[in-house]
């Protein structure tokens, strides 16, 4: 079983930084490819990062410059770095993953961004 804990979100103002975290229960957490993905009321939930178990990184293309995602395989967690927030960035962002074949989700962290 992959439980997926994320950390981190909060109100900011535009232009301001977040760090969101997800930690992951799983045995050998390396072998994992890891997302971040977002979701506002009435839209699809839409990627915004992603990184492979060997480290290479894709971003959406409205956050690419802004975003950075990175993970620490000893601590089991992958991380969300994100700057120069603006209002279009608000939404629950959950971290996923998925091992043979099965996707898993976290439980999702609000992300507001509002003066």
């Known amino acids: 079983q992959v439980q997926l804990v994320e950390s981190g979100g909060g109100l900011v103002q535009p232009g301001g930084s977040l760090r969101l975290s997800c930690a992951a229960s799983?045995?050998?957490?390396?072998?994992?490819?890891l997302g971040w993905y977002r979701q506002v009321p009435g839209k699809q939930r839409e990627l915004v990062a992603a990184i492979t178990r060997l480290g290479n990184t894709n971003y959406a293309d409205s956050v690419k410059g802004r975003f950075t995602i990175s993970r620490d395989n000893a601590k089991n967690t992958v991380y969300l770095q994100m700057n120069s927030l603006k209002p279009e960035d608000t939404a629950v962002y959950y971290c996923?993953?998925?091992?043979?074949?099965?996707?898993?989700w976290g439980q999702g962290t609000q992300v507001t961004v509002s003066s």
């Open positions: 996923w993953t998925t091992f043979n074949g099965v996707g898993y």
């Open positions: 799983v045995t050998i957490f390396s072998l994992y490819d």
